[in-house]
């Protein structure tokens, strides 16, 4: 069965300090999507990537996130320098089309100490 | 006003018995809406799909629209042990930004 992998499953780190996420997506879904979602909240939406081309990051902290999907397939989301504020869980999801059904990946959850 | 309204619970539904998740949505001209299903410490995992007014049924779970009232909803039948997770209700934005938005979850707890 197709899934949406990601890596790593758990992350801790100091603030200030840099990290990184990387997420494959299902075979053949051009739409990637990165989310952070905070215990007891819904995921909230990042950033929208359609192929390698962002579609939506007005959600993303600009001045410490960034993200890439340089060949259109894998992502990386990178924090630097990290804060306390941004512990949470980190979800990708992809999806066939736009709109579409959004199959996402286990998660990265985040500690920062 | 949230985009997307849930009761964050906590629903305590007896094992056997129909469990009612409900939704509102501001966005009037949404088309798209879906129910995931989270446990804790997990990933959400889609559930229902639904896109036309009335029922759509998949084993023990229908979920109902309504876009007149702006209301979704999930029943699931015969409810299990198993079934006790938190169920987000998304809804696919079409003014400004189209973007999935997500409720804030409602925790089921269903007691044997």
């Known amino acids: 069965e197709a899934e949406v992998a990601q890596s790593p499953r758990y992350k801790i780190t100091e603030k200030s300090q840099a990290v990184a996420f990387w997420c494959d997506p299902i075979?053949?879904?051009?739409?990637l999507y990165w989310y952070r979602q905070i215990l007891g909240q819904g995921p909230e939406l990042l950033v929208q990537?359609?192929?390698?081309?962002?579609?939506?990051d007005s959600q993303l902290p600009k001045d410490r996130f960034s993200a890439e999907r340089l060949k259109g397939v894998d992502s990386t989301l990178k924090i630097q320098p990290a804060e306390l504020g941004d512990s949470a869980m980190y979800l990708c999801?992809?999806?066939?089309?736009?709109?579409?059904?959004?199959?996402f990946g286990p998660g990265t959850r985040l500690t920062v100490t | 006003q949230k985009e997307v309204e849930q009761n964050s619970g906590p629903l305590s539904v007896p094992e056997g018995a129909i469990a009612s998740l409900n939704c509102t949505y501001s966005?009037?001209?949404?088309?798209?809406f879906f129910w995931y299903r989270q446990y804790s410490g997990k990933s959400p995992e889609l559930i229902m799909s639904?896109?036309?007014?009335g029922d759509k049924e998949d084993g023990r779970f229908t979920a109902q629209l309504n876009k007149a009232s702006q209301y979704v909803s999930l029943l699931i039948r015969d409810s299990q042990p198993s079934d006790s997770a938190t169920y987000l209700c998304?809804?696919?934005?079409?003014?400004?930004?189209?973007?999935?938005?997500f409720g804030q979850g409602t925790r089921l707890t269903i007691n044997p």
């Open positions: 990537f359609q192929d390698e081309s962002v579609v939506d």
């Open positions: 998304a809804v696919n934005r079409i003014q400004g930004a189209q973007k999935l938005v």
């Open positions: 966005d009037r001209v949404s088309q798209s």
């Open positions: 999801a992809s999806s066939l089309e736009v709109p579409g059904e959004q199959y």
């Open positions: 075979s053949g879904h051009a739409t």
């Open positions: 639904i896109y036309s007014n």
